[in-house]
């Protein structure tokens, strides 16, 4: 527009003199325009690079967190059901912080029931991860892309779900499971599952009751070392190999669980609590199945399948096929391939979870569970365990009251400790304060 005005003046002046003035500004205005054009371009550039740049490093921070929380989600998974081997360190019992883990979940009989008592690791999979991530709120407007939005959008879609966390069978939830596949599979995975069962559940609270075809007692021998398959008395072993075996255990076991079912009744609580929960191996497809006698079988199945989880009873069926399971299982576990497949009803919603199967082989479960074998749990204290009589030496657990250091109480002037007064000798032979 300039260069136009120039030569309007020039020409229409007829002045030589105003071409020369003119042209000089004309070039000079329109190199500053481009000029100024050029530096604007530049600075957009430039900040467009400095937010795309503060944006990546934004986004890799975001990352960082996210793959710490997954990493939490993991590591807190294992430590709620730890592999094979932190199970056997856990039996040996050669660090503290791995000897406070054996036995600890409790059903609830001497202290508060453990929300995870009876959740059975199976393997390793993908779960929900247990933090959110929210995309930006702000979409670019239609037919723009931004890649940067989509970033941050692919960012959260691969954060929905975090893998290898431990997978575990809610059997106290679902009552009863059945394990289908090739035989070896299962008899892995149930090997592996029974081992970190009788890792954290104390014998006198969980008792494993197996049923197993005698051509297997090489695959189940190991059983016998775990404290879990006594009975109170160390009399007699929770095991059969036979069907009369199995009929002889099963008879003295199944009136104890009707009477447990009566004595609930129709309106009884949920959250009874029993002496002891039994675990149901049935290792033996036939005993279910076969046509001879099942006065017993018969009955003790359509209890634990129907009731078992209100009378703690809890029941494992194995088989080589799915459609051989009970149709009343609560849940399913499918080994029938590499990947390991876990359907169970949760509320009004089906739950699919694939998982990596834990295998172990019994030379493993063996060595385990002779680990195990020799560890005894300290006798609850009874009543009868009161002191008729205590005197005052033996509240301070002294000999003679020279032996009670009064003296160094009192320049202690711990107030927190001398103020305390013991007052008797509880069961067990604790002082009670």
């Not at 467009?48 to 490093?57: D, G, K, S, Y």
């Not at 080589?320 to 029938?336: F, I, K, M, Q, T």
Request: aromatic share 8%; glycine share 6%; hydrophobic share 40%.
């Amino acid at each position: 527009m300039l260069i136009g005005l120039g030569l309007s003046v020039a020409f229409i002046g007829n002045n030589p003199s105003y071409l020369l003035l003119s042209v000089p500004l004309m070039l000079g205005s329109g190199l500053v325009g481009i000029i100024t054009y050029s530096n604007e371009r530049k600075k957009y550039h430039q900040a467009v690079e400095r937010r795309q740049q503060a944006f990546h490093a934004y986004l890799a921070d975001v990352y960082r967190t996210l793959q710490d929380l997954a990493e939490q989600q993991r590591c807190a998974s294992m430590e709620i059901h730890p592999n094979f081997a932190t199970c056997l360190a856990i039996a040996r019992r050669a660090h503290p912080d791995d000897a406070r883990h054996l036995w600890e979940r409790s059903s609830g009989l001497g202290r508060p029931r453990d929300p995870d008592f009876l959740h059975l690791r199976l393997g390793t999979g993908r779960l929900p991860s247990t933090f959110k991530v929210k995309p930006p709120a702000t979409r670019p407007q239609v037919g723009e892309a931004d890649e940067l939005y989509e970033r941050a959008v692919q960012l959260a879609r691969d954060f929905q779900h975090v893998d290898n966390v431990a997978i575990a069978l809610p059997l106290s939830q679902v009552g009863s499971a059945g394990l289908a596949g090739p035989r070896s599979s299962v008899l892995d995975t149930t090997r592996a599952l029974l081992v970190y069962t009788a890792t954290l559940h104390p014998p006198n609270e969980v008792k494993i009751v197996a049923l197993f075809p005698n051509r297997e007692r090489h695959e189940w021998e190991w059983l016998r070392w775990l404290p879990h398959v006594w009975d109170d008395e160390r009399k007699r072993r929770y095991l059969a190999t036979s069907p009369d075996q199995a009929q002889q255990m099963l008879t003295e076991l199944f009136p104890l669980l009707q009477k447990r079912a009566l004595s609930r009744g129709s309106f009884a609580d949920d959250k009874t609590t029993f002496p002891q929960t039994y675990l149901f191996i049935f290792g033996d497809p036939a005993l279910s199945t076969s046509s001879t006698d099942t006065s017993v079988i018969g009955p003790l199945t359509h209890l634990l399948l129907t009731q078992g989880a209100s009378i703690g009873a809890y029941s494992l069926f194995l088989s080589d096929r799915v459609e051989a399971l009970p149709g009343a299982c609560g849940a399913v576990v499918d080994l029938s391939s590499a990947s390991g497949r876990l359907l169970f009803s949760s509320g009004y919603q089906t739950v699919e979870l694939l998982f990596s199967p834990d295998r172990l082989d019994a030379a493993h479960a063996e060595g385990f569970a002779r680990t195990l074998a020799p560890v005894r749990l300290k006798p609850m204290a009874a009543k009868a365990d009161l002191p008729s009589r205590v005197s005052l030496l033996n509240l301070f657990k002294a000999k003679t009251v020279a032996d009670i250091p009064v003296v160094t109480w009192w320049k202690q002037r711990d107030s927190h400790r001398s103020l305390e007064v013991p007052l008797g000798i509880e069961a067990g032979g604790e002082s009670c304060i």
